[in-house]
T-cell receptor, first 117, second 111 residues
Framework: DGGITQSPKYLFRKEGQNVTLSCEQN?????MYWYRQDPGQGLRLIYY???????QKGDIAEGYSVSREKKESFPLTVTSAQKNPTAFYLC????????????????FGSGTRLTVV | GQQVMQIPQYQHVQEGEDFTTYCNSS?????IQWYKQRPGGHPVFLIQ?????EVKKQKRLTFQFGEAKKNSSLHITATQTTDVGTYFC???????????FGKGTSLLVTP
């Protein structure tokens, strides 16, 4: 079955350390996204990528970095510059190009819960 | 920038009662999507609305897109305990490239 996999499910890190969250999809989707979810804050966009080797900043990109070397993979690095890194991180993927397409909904991974102590 | 606002933030109903959540955008949307996130889970795509004034139904769920394409609603008839979760609306503006999510409405249904 096609899907999107995030790993690990839980991650603990010491303050000041960089950490990379994995996201892999086998849906053949062109677009991939990273969102951060905090209680009562909904989902806030960190980065997104429409195509391999290209990505754009979202609303809260400061302190984060991404790469898109393969269509299937979109890892997110939470750097030590991120002031409040403890959160639930969600990766998603979708087709790209026509927002009115019938199957334009996002498919989300099961998320990574990052705790920085 | 585009903002999507959702009300109420929380709703507690008795099983069998109806439930409605409302979504409003500061700009015109090219489409609106609805997602459901169960407690401890991840958002799952429910439906997309594209046309002005569009109404779609999924069993007990009715979704509407406003005539001006700036607001939307989700109505659940006769809630069940399986409806528990947070419902998010999300929209693309005409110039937007990624979904902008509302903060969600958390629904609690007690038997």
């Amino acid at each position: 079955d096609g899907g999107i996999t995030q790993s690990p499910k839980y991650l603990f890190r010491k303050e000041g350390q960089n950490v990379t969250l994995s996201c892999e999809q086998n849906l053949n989707h062109d677009a991939m996204y990273w969102y951060r979810q905090d209680p009562g804050q909904g989902l806030r966009l960190i980065y997104y990528s429409q195509i391999v080797n290209d990505f754009q900043k979202g609303d809260i990109a400061e302190g984060y970095s991404v790469s898109r070397e393969k269509k299937e993979s979109f890892p997110l690095t939470v750097t030590s510059a991120q002031k409040n890194p403890t959160a639930f991180y969600l990766c998603a993927s979708s087709i790209w190009g026509n927002p009115e397409a019938k199957d334009y909904g996002y498919t989300f991974g099961s998320g990574t819960r990052l705790t920085v102590v | 920038g585009q903002q999507v606002m959702q009300i109420p933030q929380y709703q507690h109903v008795q099983e069998g009662e109806d439930f409605t959540t409302y979504c409003n955008s500061s700009t015109t949307l090219s489409n609106i999507q609805w997602y459901k996130q169960r407690p401890g889970g991840h958002p799952v795509f429910l439906i997309q609305l594209v046309k002005s004034g569009e109404v779609k139904k999924q069993k007990r769920l009715t979704f509407q897109f406003g005539e001006a394409k700036k607001n939307s609603s989700l109505h659940i008839t006769a809630t069940q305990t399986t409806d528990v979760g947070t419902y998010f609306c999300a929209g693309h503006s005409n110039s937007g490239y990624a979904l902008n999510f509302g903060k969600g409405t958390s629904l609690l249904v007690t038997p």
